[in-house]
């Protein structure tokens, strides 16, 4: 059974930094396809940043500069850096993953398997 397990969500002022992990059990880690994604109130799921499984990175233009997808294959650890954080960062986070190892896009509607979230909160 697949299960992809988040941490690291705080709350933090602008222009400071967080952290996420994510620890994946249960698949191919190293051969799939994985994202973080986000979700504020109101609206809907958006894609932050992927990693196919040939190691591409595909980033919302939202976060270009300022958030890292990293992956630590030893440890089945998908990570997400994220620096200059805006008050529009606010959301709840999550890790995704899909056997398709080929994704290019970030959307959501790709990915079969997800985490349960993780929340971060942005504040001024």
């Known amino acids: 059974q697949v299960q992809l397990v988040e941490s690291g969500g705080g709350s933090v002022q602008a222009g400071g930094s967080l952290r996420l992990s994510c620890a994946a059990f249960?698949?191919?880690?190293?051969?799939?396809?994985m994202g973080w994604f986000r979700q504020a109130p109101g609206k809907e799921r958006e894609g932050v940043v992927i990693?196919?499984?040939?190691?591409?990175?595909y980033y919302a233009d939202s976060v270009k500069g300022r958030f890292t997808i990293s992956k630590d294959n030893a440890k089945n650890t998908l990570y997400l850096q994220m620096n200059s954080l805006k008050l529009e960062d606010t959301a709840m986070y999550y890790c995704?993953?899909?056997?398709?190892?080929?994704?290019?896009?970030?959307?959501?509607?790709?990915?079969?398997?997800w985490g349960q979230g993780t929340q971060v909160t942005v504040s001024s």
């Open positions: 249960g698949y191919a880690y190293n051969t799939n396809s």
């Open positions: 990693v196919s499984g040939d190691g591409n990175t």
């Open positions: 995704a993953a899909d056997p398709k190892w080929w994704l290019r896009s970030t959307a959501p509607a790709d990915f079969k398997y």
